[in-house]
């Protein structure tokens, strides 16, 4: 299996450790603490239960307290390098178009 390390993301999330964090992924929005960011995964503890969610999953990240300005603009730059992602990865004209 491949996988895609995406080292902007990895270090964001490393200086989110131990933080309370919203998660929106591909299959919808996750709160939790980050417990731990491995490059191709991170792990979410949620109340009793504990989720490893992969990176390429990841739409966006928000702390639930900023700390910083650097903070802030760190997590709107990757949320806006997410969305560009995202819009190269599918392509709508063919979702449209094809037949249900």
């Given at each position: 299996m491949i996988s895609s390390v995406e080292p902007f993301l990895f270090q964001t999330l490393q200086s989110t450790l131990g933080r309370h964090v919203v998660i929106q992924t591909t299959k919808g929005s996750m709160r939790g603490r980050l417990t731990d960011?491995?490059?191709?995964?991170?792990?979410?503890?949620?109340?009793?239960?504990?989720?490893?969610?992969r990176t390429q999953e990841i739409v966006w990240v928000l702390p639930k307290?900023?700390?910083?300005?650097?903070?802030?603009?760190?997590?709107?730059?990757?949320?806006?390098?997410?969305?560009?992602?995202?819009?190269?990865?599918?392509?709508?004209?063919?979702?449209?178009?094809?037949?249900?």
């Open positions: 960011v491995k490059p191709d995964h991170l792990t979410l503890q949620m109340e009793d239960a504990t989720f490893l969610i307290a900023y700390s910083s300005a650097f903070a802030r603009w760190s997590f709107m730059l990757l949320f806006i390098h997410k969305q560009i992602q995202f819009r190269r990865t599918y392509d709508y004209t063919s979702l449209l178009n094809r037949d249900l």
